[in-house]
C-alpha cells in the first residue's frame, strides 16, 4: 500500500490587518517541493464586505508569485504600475526576479476571504531577471471532470490538460474536489509532488490526512487518494530546481550574498515603489522574528 514520505500540519498564523494563513512551506522538514518554496492559505475569514485585508507594499526577489482565489476579491497593486482585481477561478503571477514591490487588498463579496499564495522558486538563470506581471481570467484555467471529480490545472500540466499560465520551470498546480468516497490517482509525471488538503480529509493509503496539512508523496509511481468527506485539494509539485534556495524574509535566492543586498537596498529605498502608495513594510530589525508577507 502507497503511503506518503512526510505528512506536517500546516502552521497558523496571522498576518498584521487580521489575516488568518496556514503556511504549509517552508517547514524544517521540507523546503521545497519541485519549485514551490512557499504555499499559504489565506483564510477563510469571515467579514463583511466593507472590511478590507490589506498586506502593504513590500518587496520580492528571486520567485514567481501565484494568487488564485476561491471566494472574495483581491486587489493587486505593484511597482510595475499594475492594478488589478482578481476574482475567484481567475489566477495573478507576478515574476519579482531582480526586484519588485506590490500590494495585496482583500475583502469578503459573499461573507469570507478564502485563497491561496504561492512563492515559485526561478531557475537560477531566471533569477535576476526583469520582473512582470501577468493576470489570466478563467478561461486560462484547463478543467477535466473524471467521474465526480473535477480537476482545475490552476498552472503547469498534469492529467493531460495544460494552462495557460506561463511558467518558468516544469511544475503543477492543480485544485481538486473530491466527493465523499471518490479515489483520485496522482500521477508520476514528476519527480516532486505533494499533496494539500484545503476543506474535508483524504486517506492516502492507510494514513489519514486531514485539513490543513500537506502530504509529500514519494517519487516513480502513481498515488491513490480517497476523499474521507468531501474534500477540497491542491496538488503541485514538479522538477527540482538546479540546487538549494534561501529565504530571508520576502527574499528567496540561490545565494545568500544577494539575499544580505537585497535586504540592503529595501533599508536604505533602493527597491522601485508603488504609485500613490505611502506605507511601506519595514525591514524586521535585528532579533525581530520575520513575518513573511504574500
Known sequence: MTEPELVLE???????GGLLVRRALPRRQRRMVGPFIFVDQMGPVAANPEKEFTVLPHPHIGLATLTYLFEGEGLHRDSLGSTQRLVPGEVNWMTAGSGVVHSERLRATSGRVFGMQIWVAL???LEECAPSFEHYGTDAVATVQDGGVTLRIIAG???GARSAVRVASPLFYVEARLPA?????VPDE???RAVFVVEGALAIGATNVDAGSIAVLPPGLAVPCRAREATRLLLLGGAPLEGPRHISWN???SSKERLARAADDWRH?????IPGETAYIPLPQDGQEPVNYP
Open 10 to 16: 500546516a502552521r497558523r498564523a496571522e498576518l498584521p
Open 123 to 125: 531557475p537560477r538563470d
Open 157 to 159: 500540466s498534469l492529467f
Open 181 to 185: 468516497g471518490a479515489a483520485l490517482a
Open 190 to 192: 514528476y519527480p516532486e
Open 251 to 253: 527574499f528567496v535566492s
Open 269 to 273: 529605498q533602493r527597491f522601485p515603489r
